[in-house]
Structure formats: structure tokens, C-alpha cells
């Protein structure tokens, strides 16, 4: 069983053979400029930004479309990922990043036990923008809806998985 989470930006548990799915973006849009959730994206990028120039040489005479000032200067997620994320990954546009690195519609044809553990306040990948419909058969989600259950929930899957797959190296 693979165990991966967020719907908003998780291309590894996509099919390699679907073209993949996205988070709508206007509803992540929706609630990600919503109340604190504005604060967490302006975080978020700042981080991104201290990340980035500590490592920034490396893109020093790169070439290709890298717009490093707008990633220098960005002050939202999408900014950043707009200069410099999207390039990295060979995508259009951020736009095109996101459409292709979400597993909300590509999660349907998962065909290998999969657990996906999503945050139901998630500010990326909003509860409501999960195909639940979608979500049968080889998927487990859970969807903790506050920092305790997220905690209780991973130590739930955690002695889970220690329990019944991993062997013990004594035997």
C-alpha cells in the first residue's frame, strides 16, 4: 500500500498512464485568499524565497524561461511557482503545473492499495474540491479535521503498517 496525501499537489500517486487531474483552481483560489489562509500563502512564499536564495547561484546563467526576479520577489505561492517551479518541471505555465500535478481526477484509476491522508482544512486542496465519488476500491482517505485527528490518525497507520507489513529484523 503506497501512503501519500494532499490532493491539491501530489503527482506521485498518479497514474503514469493518465494525462492526470487537477484542483480546480478557482476553488482552491476560493478558500487559499480566504482569512488566515491569505497569511499561510504569504508565508509560505516568504519561505520559499529564503529557500531559494540560499541556493539561488545554482540558477545563475541557467537560461530557459526562469523569471528569477519574479521568484526573488514573489509574495504569493503561485509567483514563485510561476518563475521559477513551473520551468524547473518543463510546465507552461503555473496553471499547467498545478492541472498536472493533482491527483483529483486521475485518483479513479488507481488500481494498487493506496491510503491518502488530506487534511479536511487543507487551504491548497479544499475537502470539498476531493472526488469522494471517485474514491473507491483501492483508496483509503482519511480526512482529519483537526490537528489532534491528523495526529491520532497517523499513529493509527503508523503502528497499522508497523503491525502487518514490516518485519521484525530479530526473526
Not at 490537528?147 to 490518525?153: A, I, M, P, S, Y
Request: charged letters at 25%; one cysteine or more; glycine letters at 8%.
Amino acid at each position: 500500500m503506497s501512503c501519500f496525501g494532499c490532493f491539491g499537489g501530489d503527482a506521485a500517486h498518479r497514474p503514469a498512464d493518465n494525462g492526470g487531474g487537477y484542483m480546480p483552481r478557482n476553488l482552491a483560489d476560493e478558500d487559499f485568499h480566504k482569512g488566515f489562509n491569505n497569511t499561510y500563502d504569504k508565508e509560505l512564499a516568504s519561505s520559499l524565497r529564503r529557500i531559494f536564495k540560499k541556493h539561488g547561484a545554482l540558477f545563475e546563467d541557467i537560461g530557459g524561461e526562469y523569471n528569477i526576479p519574479m521568484a526573488e520577489n514573489a509574495k504569493t505561492v503561485m509567483e514563485f511557482d510561476e518563475g521559477l517551479t513551473r520551468v524547473s518541471f518543463g510546465f507552461k505555465s503555473a496553471d499547467d503545473y498545478y492541472l498536472h500535478s493533482s491527483s483529483s481526477d486521475s485518483i479513479k484509476h488507481v488500481c494498487t492499495p493506496l491510503l491518502c491522508i488530506q487534511a479536511a482544512n487543507d487551504p491548497i486542496a479544499p475537502a470539498r474540491g476531493i472526488p469522494c465519488k471517485d474514491i473507491e476500491g483501492y483508496v483509503q482517505i482519511e480526512m482529519p479535521y483537526s490537528d489532534e485527528e491528523l495526529e491520532e490518525t497517523r499513529e493509527q497507520w503508523a503502528n497499522y503498517f508497523k503491525d502487518n507489513y514490516l518485519m521484525d529484523v530479530g526473526e
